[in-house]
């Protein structure tokens, strides 16, 4: 039995290969956000990377969302001893997203301006990819968040086109649940920096996350989370619906 340092690179790796995500000459930004996702997607990509004959440039970037003091310090610490060449970008975007004068859930105002930083660094870094460090878990977690209060079915794409082809986001982790992904984060021993948000452990995400949680604990032979990540490969197109 390979140990999980192994099972999380070969599944990344499987994962690059099967969606082409990542090509000889790529310029790849890869978003870390001092939690332990990205930080391992980071190192991952850096293994990949030296193991790989494919020659290609990383550059981690890190939007500081102004939400914990000192945090993009410690951020900056750990993208120094990583060894990557890295950016940082202050905003205010806490700010913002808890603007009592805001119209909008506070996640979306986030996540939006959060993506218009991630495209303007990428732009400016002549990056062809994008790299975040969204697991198993994101993907099935934002299809239900899709259903349930945007009323669409639409997932979180391993490879996705942006700006008409110039430029791809890439998801490598999209096949490892996220307790792998920890675990592996905790084996080769990265640090998390903590993120304080009034959101965390309240938003729609979480309570998805308890939901699916719940329904795994009550179903101990089906595995729920795979089951519903399975089935955007299983879509029955006869059954699709007309608005009326
Ligand atoms: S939980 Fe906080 S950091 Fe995450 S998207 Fe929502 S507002 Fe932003």
Avoid: W
Avoid at 4 to 10: A, H, L
Avoid at 87 to 103: G, L, N, S, Y
Avoid at 177 to 205: F, I, Q, T
């Amino acid at each position: 039995m390979p140990g999980v340092v192994r099972t999380v690179q070969r599944a990344m790796g499987k994962a690059i290969r099967d969606f082409q995500m990542i090509e000889e000459g790529d310029r790849v930004l890869v978003c870390v956000s001092g939690g332990a996702d990205s930080l391992a997607l980071l190192r991952l990509l850096q293994e990949y990377r030296e193991h790989q004959r494919t020659d290609f440039f990383l550059v981690a970037g890190y939007v500081d969302l102004g939400f914990s003091p000192g945090a993009a310090e410690k951020v900056e610490a750990l993208l120094r001893d990583s060894g990557a060449p890295f950016r940082i970008v202050h905003t205010a975007i806490a700010e913002m997203a808890f603007d009592p004068r805001a119209t909008k859930n506070p996640c979306f105002i986030c996540s939006h301006h959060r993506r218009h930083k991630i495209y303007t660094l990428a732009h400016a870094e002549r990056c062809t990819k994008i790299a975040i460090g969204h697991h198993k878990d994101d993907i099935v977690e934002t299809l239900l968040l899709n259903i349930l209060y945007s009323r669409k079915i639409e997932a979180m794409r391993m490879r996705q086109e942006v700006f008409r082809g110039s430029m791809h986001v890439i998801r490598p982790l999209g096949y490892i649940e996220e307790s792998l992904v920890k675990r592996y984060a905790r084996n080769v021993g990265l640090e998390a920096v903590p993120r304080m948000c009034r959101m965390d452990g309240n938003s729609r995400r979480d309570k998805i996350k308890r939901l699916i949680h719940e329904l795994q604990a009550d179903e101990k032979n089906a595995n729920i989370r795979s089951n519903i990540f399975r089935a955007l490969y299983n879509v029955n197109v006869e059954f699709e619906y007309k608005e009326k």
